[in-house]
């Protein structure tokens, strides 16, 4: 279940500071300590660039929303944007295993966000956008 509240800014990424200001802030009231806090900073900072530089194609003039909030044990994220759709599954692993010089630039957003939050979600609807959901549990002691 969604917050009543939440942020809207246009899409260009002079308004990621105001977005990563706004996680932290709810990261804070849903109880997460710091370093969750920073992962989740950085989880939305990805899938924000994503959107404004793939979804919008770097056009400042496109819609992100941004909801964060706390529901039962977790913290969620839900970003929504009206531009182009993104298949997650188009998006290859990264090759973590070779040398830094030989891989190739870019391509690990999507792989950080998963890694960073406990899960993450992608949908795409015509009407509704589409909406990035991720979650991050608020427990102490987590696994």
């Known amino acids: 279940m969604a917050a009543e509240e939440g942020l ?35 989880a939305v900072d990805e899938a924000c660039t994503n959107s404004i530089q793939h979804a919008y ?22 970003i929504t944007d009206f531009g182009v759709p993104f298949d997650p599954q188009a998006v290859p692993d990264p090759d973590l295993t070779g040398p830094l010089e030989e891989r190739s630039v870019g391509g690990l957003g999507v792989y950080l966000m998963r890694r960073l939050m406990d899960s993450v979600e992608f949908r795409a609807d015509p009407a509704a956008g589409n909406v990035v959901v991720m979650r991050k549990s608020t427990r102490v002691g987590r696994a």
């Not at 809207?8 to 308004?15: E, G, K, M, P, R």
């Not at 194609?57 to 994220?77: I, P, Q």
């Open 8 to 42: 809207c800014v246009t899409s260009s990424l002079v308004n990621l500071g105001d977005i990563a200001d706004y996680v932290a802030q709810q990261a804070t009231v849903a109880g997460l300590d710091e370093e969750c806090t920073f992962e989740v900073q950085m």
């Open 57 to 78: 194609r770097g056009h400042v003039d496109g819609e992100l929303r941004v909801c964060a909030f706390r529901d039962g044990e977790d913290f969620v994220v839900e």
